[in-house]
């Protein structure tokens, strides 16, 4: 199943997030300061973990944000400000089958998205 997940960072009320599982969304808002990075850090996690709490298997998690996925791919240094999200990340368990990671582009992420339109109310949860 298709999991797309997107982070999000506003001056005014800190990070949050959207992820999209079977046509449904999720968000998290006011998840405190931080940066883009860290929200989409946020996000990805949040996504694995809606991935076991659904059971499901043969995962393919989709988002926008190239640098967040090469460094949880391991293909390249995660920075220091990232660090403790990359450990929980290697340290979540995996769902059974395939767990693949893959960069799409914003127009083409469904979390991205749903991500202004659940903020703004035009949607619902």
């Known amino acids: 199943m298709k999991i797309f997940f997107d982070g999000g960072f506003r001056p005014a009320t800190g ?17 405190g300061p931080g ?11 949040a996504a694995i973990r809606l991935a076991l709490t659904l059971e499901l298997t043969d995962v393919l998690l989709l988002g926008d944000a190239a640098a967040v996925i090469a460094q949880a791919n391991g293909l390249v240094r995660v920075p220091p400000a990232c ?10 368990p995996r769902p059974p089958g395939r767990v693949r990671l893959r960069y799409v582009k914003r127009t083409q992420n469904l979390a991205g998205i749903a991500l ?8 619902s949860e």
Do not use: K
Request: charged content about 30%; proline content about 2%; overall charge neutral.
């Open 15 to 31: 990070m949050e997030l959207a992820v999209v599982a079977g046509g449904r969304g999720h968000i998290e808002r006011e998840l």
């Open 83 to 92: 660090r403790d999200h990359f450990d929980v990340w290697t340290r979540i």
């Open 116 to 123: 202004p339109r659940l903020r703004d109310g035009r949607t």
């Open 35 to 45: 940066s883009s990075m860290a929200a989409e850090w946020l996000a990805l996690i």
